[in-house]
């Protein structure tokens, strides 16, 4: 989801800025760097989740005038590359998309809290809490993790971008997307389904590039 700066009071996006900078410096202090450098593939994942996130997004629609909505991916890319690099490349990536549909730079922190941060965190929990339960095989992953995880994330970047309005007193359309709540499964499919798909796919052809999935807990090897 992007906001136009317009709609988006100058404080809020300070703040919202602020509070960027604030998770993206010790992200990026204690981000594995040498081990990233020392696999190539992880390299290559880094640079196609950059790639992929910057596509998918540029296929999106406006709700209203101002608003953008697009798939997120988000799922994925913190699956396979870990939370930190993704909130990295969220980052890259939000400020690409400002400049590509020719918005202000300092516009892509609001789109990142709610489209990134608060997506990959989520995803990330769930991938925890899956660890945690007793049961254990390939499709709680891919459906857990996967489409769930695409789902719940959905639903967060919904919250998120209804907080978003509202701090921007925009509380006309916070109503009518309320009063429309059952719209939300439109998005949640969708996002849960591609998340799964395009993780299931990796996972079949290529285990050791998802960071997340555990080959021992969830098809019982060694």
Same mark, same amino acid.
């Given at each position: 989801?992007?906001?136009? &700066? *317009? /709609?988006?009071?100058?404080?809020?996006?300070?703040?919202c800025?602020?509070?960027?900078?604030?998770? /993206?410096?010790?992200?990026?202090?204690?981000?594995?760097?040498? &081990?990233? +450098?020392s #696999?190539?593939?992880?390299? $290559?994942?880094?640079?196609?989740?950059? !790639?992929?996130?910057?596509?998918?997004?540029?296929?999106?629609v406006?709700?209203?005038?101002?608003?953008? @909505? $697009?798939?997120? %991916? #988000?799922?994925?890319?913190?699956?396979?590359?870990?939370?930190?690099?993704?909130?990295?490349? %969220?980052?890259? *990536? =939000?400020?690409?998309? +400002?400049l590509?549909?020719?918005?202000?730079?300092? *516009?892509?922190?609001?789109?990142?809290?709610?489209?990134?941060?608060?997506?990959?965190? @989520?995803?990330r929990?769930?991938?925890?809490?899956?660890?945690?339960?007793?049961?254990?095989?390939?499709?709680?992953? @891919?459906?857990? &993790?996967?489409?769930?995880?695409g &789902?719940l994330?959905?639903?967060?970047?919904?919250a998120?971008?209804?907080?978003?309005?509202?701090?921007?007193?925009?509380?006309?359309?916070?109503?009518?997307?309320?009063?429309?709540?059952?719209?939300?499964?439109l998005?949640?499919?969708?996002?849960?389904?591609?998340?799964?798909m !395009?993780?299931?796919?990796? !996972?079949? @052809?290529?285990?050791?590039?998802?960071?997340?999935?555990? =080959?021992?807990?969830?098809?019982?090897? %060694?």
């Amino acid at each position: 989801m992007f906001l136009d &700066a *317009a /709609l988006i009071p100058p404080t809020l996006t300070w703040w919202c800025l602020a509070l960027a900078v604030l998770v /993206l410096l010790p992200t990026a202090r204690f981000a594995q760097w040498q &081990a990233m +450098a020392s #696999i190539p593939l992880r390299q $290559h994942l880094l640079l196609a989740s950059l !790639v992929f996130l910057v596509v998918l997004w540029l296929i999106s629609v406006r709700v209203f005038d101002g608003l953008w @909505l $697009h798939f997120m %991916g #988000i799922t994925t890319v913190t699956l396979l590359v870990g939370w930190r690099f993704t909130v990295l490349l %969220g980052a890259v *990536a =939000s400020c690409g998309y +400002a400049l590509l549909i020719d918005q202000p730079i300092t *516009a892509a922190a609001p789109a990142w809290l709610v489209t990134v941060l608060i997506p990959a965190s @989520l995803s990330r929990l769930l991938v925890f809490w899956l660890r945690r339960r007793p049961q254990s095989n390939l499709f709680i992953y @891919l459906l857990g &993790a996967g489409f769930g995880g695409g &789902a719940l994330s959905a639903l967060g970047l919904a919250a998120g971008g209804l907080l978003l309005l509202e701090l921007s007193g925009d509380h006309s359309r916070v109503m009518a997307a309320l009063e429309n709540w059952p719209l939300m499964t439109l998005i949640m499919f969708p996002e849960g389904f591609i998340n799964g798909m !395009v993780l299931s796919v990796i !996972v079949v @052809l290529n285990p050791e590039a998802v960071k997340t999935f555990d =080959s021992d807990k969830y098809m019982g090897e %060694g």
